[in-house]
């Protein structure tokens, strides 16, 4: 059987052999299974997984507790919704340490912190629409709870808000990477392929955004375009597409003094279509390497930005907001509530140096 020389083949098969490089994509593909189910796994599948328990905020991992939910009346919400955007709880839940069942209603201790004998409460079996007598709220509306890795300082589950954030993370990245790849390749190749003025016109831009530090050009952006998800998209989309413009003129200008696109020019094919069809195509190697190690900058600025307080809102989890809500508490014994989503982000980064590397040594033609 003949040995393929298909690049593409050549490449992919120098990538299988790179076992950090495999490693990593399959840690990838594991989180974009998280984001995608990610209201299907989280214990607490509330909307932004912010179920709140302030009488048990700050607790370690593994920490259970009694649960007594009260119903609410729910809100409509198809299938679809609740899979994706989480449930519209309006449930209230108690943390208790105790309960008794007396003639007509529950009576409930409820949880404290310090150990000491909290308030007692009653409520009556009409709050338990699914209860026909006393005896089966215990059954249907109490529950032990248990926080894997713990809650943090409003009490919410942290697995559950660690889950529905890293969507926050892969979605900063593969939007911010699309928008830099759709301006960069675009700015790049009209710069190398015409050259001339238009070639100085569009370095000129570069030039001017790229001695704007990063992290600034998009504080500034942000605060144009105000704070919010979408916002952040777009802030971080629009500073990174300098590298790959650069990159991508770089490349043109080498392609396209190659044999075959001056016989494209000389059988009167377009611009356009020698470009795209062309010149692109044996240029783009380096700059899905770029998109490998702009996709870890772009979680890494999308940290950053929640960490001040100008990336995603609260209640939206997001791993920089985690951190930034509990870094203070590294040195007040609960350091784990910051550590958590730091070693998140660490990985996630991580992962996608190392693909960017075995893309790299996949990619170069002398190896």
Known sequence: MNKSTSLTKVALQKFKRNFWGVFSFGFLVICVLVAVFAYAL??????????MHLAIHSKPPGFSVQMLTIPAKAEEQNAFSVFFFGKKNADTEIPISDYTLKEESLQVTEYTLDGT????????????????????IPKQYISEKKFILGTDKYGRDLLSRMLIGIRISLAIGFVAVFIS?????TMGAIAGYFGGKVDAAIMWVINVTWSIPTLLLVIAITLALGKGF??????VGLTMWVEVARVVRGQVLGVKEMQYVTAARALGFKDLRIIVRHILPNA????????????????LIESGLSFLGIGAQPPMPSWGGIIKDHYAYIILGKPYLAIIPGLAIMSLVTAFMLIGNALRDALDVRS
């Open 42 to 51: 989280a214990p607490d599948n509330s909307q932004n997984a912010n179920q």
């Open 117 to 136: 004998e909290g308030l007692q409460k009653e409520y009556r079996l009409s709050l338990f629409p699914d209860a026909r007598n006393l005896e089966e």
């Open 181 to 185: 790849l759709v301006i960069g390749i």
């Open 230 to 235: 979408w916002q952040v998209f777009i802030a």
């Open 284 to 299: 783009m190697a380096p700059v899905i390497i770029i998109s490998a190690a702009n996709f870890a900058g772009a979680i």
